[in-house]
């Protein structure tokens, strides 16, 4: 008997793209941060605090660095401010009010952002 001792030593090559929402947008909740930012921490914070109250996962808050961007982060016209959080159509920028957050979390269900 005679045993084929041969080890394919190729792998396949597969490209993975980042997930995007039926609206073409990375997510239904986008923060992006940074390095520099202060407010960050605590603007995540309060994502994941109002995303549990409705029951939501953490898995649909998608974190983007500002600086894989490029461009000029520090206010001026044109740029990023951080951190930034977009829920479906709402913008928040700056430190979240956590009102402002849960009412755009409740419109975004409204539109069944969160189901298929």
Do not use: W
């Not at 490209?15 to 073409?24: D, M, R, V």
């Amino acid at each position: 008997m005679c045993i084929d001792k041969t080890v394919n030593t190729q792998i396949p090559s597969i490209t993975i793209e980042p997930s995007k929402t039926l609206c073409g947008r990375p997510g239904c909740i986008t923060l992006y941060i940074g390095d520099d930012c202060v407010l960050c921490d605590a603007a995540i914070q309060i994502l994941k605090e109002v995303v549990g109250d409705f029951g939501l996962s953490d898995s649909t808050i998608t974190l983007i660095d500002a600086e894989s961007l490029g461009g000029n982060r520090r206010g001026s016209s044109g740029s990023l401010v951080l951190p930034t959080i977009n829920i479906c159509r709402s913008v928040i920028k700056g430190l979240p009010d956590v009102d402002a957050v849960r009412g755009a979390i409740m419109h975004a269900v409204l539109r069944n952002c969160f189901f298929d």
